[in-house]
Nanobody
Framework: QVQLVESGGGLVRPGASLRLSCETT????????MAWFRQAPGKAREFLGA??????????LSGDSVKGRFAIIRDSAKNTVDLQMNNVKLEDTAIYYC???????????????????WGQGTQVTVSS
């Protein structure tokens, strides 16, 4: 069973930075692609970025709405995939989810359907 545990959410002001963490087991970390999505109230789930691990190669994709502000950081010592959020905006308010799947095709990595395992989500609220 794939277990994903998100942490790091909270209330932040516009312009601040926040780092979310997704922790999993070593086996999952080394054999699954892992992604971050978010879902705001009344909106569809949005892809933020993903890290692929396939034959020792890691690739990162980023969604257009967060490009240049968000980054995905893979830490093999901790078995975590973090989402570093910089210069947050009001519209970044959402529940943030970590997901894992054995997807390796780059063009599929932004599709939520490729990730059968999801964390419980962590709330991020941006407010002045």
């Amino acid at each position: 069973q794939v277990q994903l545990v998100e942490s790091g959410g909270g209330l932040v002001r516009p312009g601040a930075s926040l780092r979310l963490s997704c922790e999993t087991t070593e086996q999952v970390f080394n054999t699954y692609s892992m992604a971050w999505f978010r879902q705001a109230p009344g909106k569809a789930r949005e892809f933020l970025g993903a890290v692929r691990y396939n034959d020792g190669t890691t690739n990162t994709l980023s969604g257009d709405s967060v490009k240049g502000r968000f980054a995905i950081i893979r830490d093999s010592a901790k078995n975590t995939v973090d989402l570093q959020m910089n210069n947050v905006k009001l519209e970044d308010t959402a529940i943030y989810y970590c997901a894992a799947g054995q997807v390796t095709a780059i063009w599929k990595m932004s599709h939520s359907s490729e990730y059968p395992s999801w964390g419980q989500g962590t709330q991020v609220t941006v407010s002045s």
